[in-house]
């Protein structure tokens, strides 16, 4: 049975999507059976593996839709061999007819229950709020990882990722876990040194021990679709992922 991930936080350009998309393709390179899943109607995880969500027959919004026979018919494989389900921007309409509805939280849980055999890890990206769609991805994961920014950060993002990660886990999925807390675009000054400081003061146990520079690489390779990991090896950002 796979391990699943689902990586959330509410603040844009913490690294969400990249961290997801480095991560699948990072525990691909190792043998590992992984289906990355883009639950965001941006798509940008999808996008970020050099996928066009428009070109596609089907996505994750169609499985949703009940417009595929099962979810495998809507499972890609892209160029370097990785399987994703793909995000599409009509999954915001999906998002907003799940309002009222609680059922419809357990159907992203249900979905991937169909092929949780078939993998050994499960990654999602969720969207950059505490929307409907984000609150299924923590129902159907084990666990959760949350990017921090170090460039621009404030507690109020991780504190809201907590907070929400707690309720899930007292409401609905006891089973839910933070695995831990990953700094991103970090540099070598005195801020970040502070920064973790602060941090470990509140959440010391869930600091991962590692984390990813920043670097102009990064979003070279995020605009051609292929993941740093890939992409430059070697570069320190791929070195920490």
Do not use: C
């Not at 999602?124 to 994961?141: F, K």
Request: hydrophobic residues 40%; glycine residues 8%; proline residues 5%.
């Amino acid at each position: 049975m796979a391990k699943k991930f689902a990586v959330v936080i509410r603040k844009g350009g913490s690294g969400k999507t990249t961290t997801t998309t480095n991560l699948a393709a990072g525990l691909h390179q190792k043998s590992g059976r992984v289906l990355m899943v883009d639950i965001d109607s941006q798509a940008n995880a999808t996008k970020g593996v050099g996928l066009i969500p428009e070109d596609l027959a089907y996505t994750l919004n169609d499985v949703f839709a009940g417009r595929v026979g099962g979810v495998r018919d809507a499972i890609v494989t892209n160029s370097f061999g990785l399987h994703i389900l793909p995000g599409h921007r009509d999954l915001s309409q999906t998002e907003q007819g799940m309002v009222g509805n609680p059922d419809s939280l357990w159907r992203l849980k249900e979905i991937l229950a169909e092929v949780e055999n078939d993998y050994d890890y499960i990654i999602i990206d969720t969207p950059p709020n505490e929307g409907m769609l984000t609150y299924s991805a923590l129902l159907a994961a084990d666990r959760a990882i949350i990017p921090v920014a170090a460039e621009s950060f404030t507690d109020d993002g991780l504190a809201a990722a907590m907070a929400m990660i707690g309720r899930v886990q007292q409401r609905s999925n006891p089973q839910l876990t933070v695995d831990g807390i990953l700094f991103t675009k970090t540099d070598r000054t005195q801020f970040r040194d502070v920064l973790s400081d602060d941090l470990a003061a509140n959440y010391a146990a869930l600091i991962y021990p590692f984390d990813v520079p920043r670097g102009t690489h990064v979003n070279h390779a995020n605009s051609l679709g292929v993941p740093i990991v890939m992409y430059m090896p070697s570069h320190p950002a791929a070195v920490g992922y």
